[in-house]
């Protein structure tokens, strides 16, 4: 009991740094996970069973059915940092809030637009502010686990990390009234290892983004909205912070130019039940050197990305957040 006491006191009094104003991300030697997914976007599904041969035409008495060995169940996909979706869906994420003034002014906005949104909550700034949690979820958004403290979980014991989840999850469990199934770990870092983990004992499927507006380091309204509006495809999950003014300063501009490209807004959660994995594209046949060399999907990427004006709600290629990733 008294550790658990000391241990919760030393957790608000980090909170209220923490929540203020994090400390900026610790340069990590980690690679972010949505520039290396070890895990592939899709995996070949399972053979499909040989057809059974009609049974109509014998009778049931005289052939006992042989028992078929039960397909192999596909696997399940544990980490997303983009979805595969039909139609101009999008979602747009939160994290390290809820903050006291700045989460409920974005509420405000995403109300006025009828947008959800999706928040990937600190444990300690839901204990510090439970009632903007609870009007979070009652405007119907989604609320995700973004461990209790903020700290690179990839510097942690196991023991650590486990707390730093459980309690979280217990926290916002109390006050939304229900347990997230979704878990976004700080900076992004979170070994392939951790995330099946995450996925057996919590449930837990590990959100990462593919759209990094990097407001928690230009703190620049124009610079987010450049960034998002630049980078965003069906599909994506956008990376914000709602505990900086100068992020919620640029979501008013942010939001309409999305809806006015076209884009809806789901909660991560609506997006995943949307993805479907793309087939295998078939490979090109071979070209003589005389062919004109196609462009590759990387140049498409990085040319459509630069073209503000294109909206490109179908588009299948994805971008990945590299380099400077917070989370
Ligand atoms: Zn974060």
Same mark, same amino acid.
């Given at each position: 009991?008294?550790?658990? *006491?000391?241990?919760?006191? *030393?957790?608000?009094?980090?909170?209220?740094?923490?929540?203020?104003?994090?400390?900026?991300?610790?340069?990590?030697?980690? +690679?972010?996970? $949505?520039?290396?997914?070890?895990?592939?976007?899709?995996?070949?599904?399972?053979?499909?069973?040989?057809?059974?041969?009609?049974?109509?035409?014998?009778?049931?008495?005289?052939?006992?059915?042989?028992?078929?060995?039960?397909?192999?169940?596909?696997?399940?996909? +544990?980490?997303?940092?983009?979805?595969?979706?039909?139609?101009?869906?999008?979602?747009?994420?939160?994290?390290?809030?809820? /903050?006291?003034?700045?989460?409920?002014? *974005?509420?405000?906005?995403?109300?006025?637009?009828?947008?959800?949104? =999706?928040?990937?909550?600190?444990?300690?700034?839901? $204990?510090?502010?439970?009632?903007?949690?609870?009007?979070?979820?009652?405007?119907?958004?989604?609320?995700?686990? /973004?461990?209790?403290?903020?700290?690179?979980?990839?510097?942690?014991?196991?023991?650590?990390?486990?707390?730093?989840?459980?309690?979280?999850?217990?926290?916002?469990?109390?006050?939304?009234? $229900?347990?997230?199934? !979704?878990?976004?770990?700080?900076?992004?870092?979170? =070994?392939?290892?951790?995330?099946?983990?995450?996925?057996?004992?919590?449930?837990?499927?590990?959100?990462?983004?593919?759209?990094?507006?990097?407001?928690?380091? /230009?703190?620049?309204?124009?610079?987010?909205?450049?960034?998002?509006?630049?980078?965003?495809?069906?599909?994506?999950?956008?990376?914000?912070?709602?505990? /900086?003014?100068?992020?919620?300063?640029?979501?008013?501009?942010?939001?309409?130019?999305? *809806?006015?490209?076209?884009?809806?807004?789901?909660?991560?959660?609506?997006? !995943?039940?949307?993805?479907?994995?793309?087939?295998?594209?078939?490979?090109?046949?071979?070209?003589?050197?005389?062919?004109?060399?196609?462009?590759?999907?990387?140049? +498409?990427?990085?040319?459509?990305?630069?073209?503000?004006?294109?909206?490109?709600?179908?588009?299948?290629?994805?971008?990945?957040?590299?380099?400077?990733?917070?989370?």
């Amino acid at each position: 009991m008294l550790r658990l *006491l000391a241990f919760s006191f *030393l957790s608000t009094a980090f909170c209220f740094t923490a929540c203020a104003d994090p400390a900026p991300a610790a340069p990590t030697t980690t +690679v972010a996970p $949505a520039a290396a997914p070890t895990t592939p976007e899709t995996k070949p599904a399972a053979p499909a069973e040989p057809a059974k041969p009609a049974t109509a035409e014998t009778p049931a008495a005289a052939a006992p059915t042989q028992p078929t060995p039960p397909a192999a169940p596909a696997p399940v996909k +544990v980490s997303y940092n983009r979805c595969n979706v039909d139609g101009p869906y999008i979602a747009i994420t939160f994290d390290d809030g809820p /903050h006291g003034a700045n989460t409920p002014r *974005l509420l405000e906005m995403l109300r006025q637009r009828g947008i959800k949104a =999706t928040f990937f909550l600190v444990g300690e700034c839901v $204990a510090e502010y439970p009632e903007i949690v609870k009007q979070i979820v009652k405007e119907g958004h989604e609320v995700g686990n /973004h461990s209790w403290n903020h700290p690179n979980l990839l510097k942690l014991s196991a023991e650590k990390v486990e707390d730093q989840i459980d309690r979280t999850h217990n926290v916002i469990t109390q006050e939304a009234g $229900a347990p997230p199934t !979704i878990f976004r770990p700080p900076y992004g870092n979170f =070994t392939e290892k951790q995330r099946q983990w995450a996925h057996d004992k919590w449930g837990y499927t590990t959100i990462i983004w593919d759209v990094d507006s990097l407001d928690w380091k /230009h703190r620049n309204p124009a610079k987010t909205e450049s960034i998002i509006l630049s980078t965003t495809h069906a599909g994506s999950i956008i990376l914000c912070h709602d505990i /900086h003014k100068t992020t919620i300063d640029a979501m008013p501009s942010v939001l309409d130019k999305l *809806l006015a490209k076209g884009f809806k807004f789901v909660t991560v959660s609506e997006l !995943i039940k949307m993805n479907h994995e793309v087939p295998p594209t078939p490979k090109a046949p071979k070209k003589t050197l005389t062919a004109k060399p196609e462009a590759k999907s990387e140049d +498409v990427a990085k040319a459509k990305s630069t073209d503000k004006s294109k909206v490109a709600p179908q588009k299948k290629t994805t971008t990945s957040s590299k380099k400077t990733a917070k989370g």
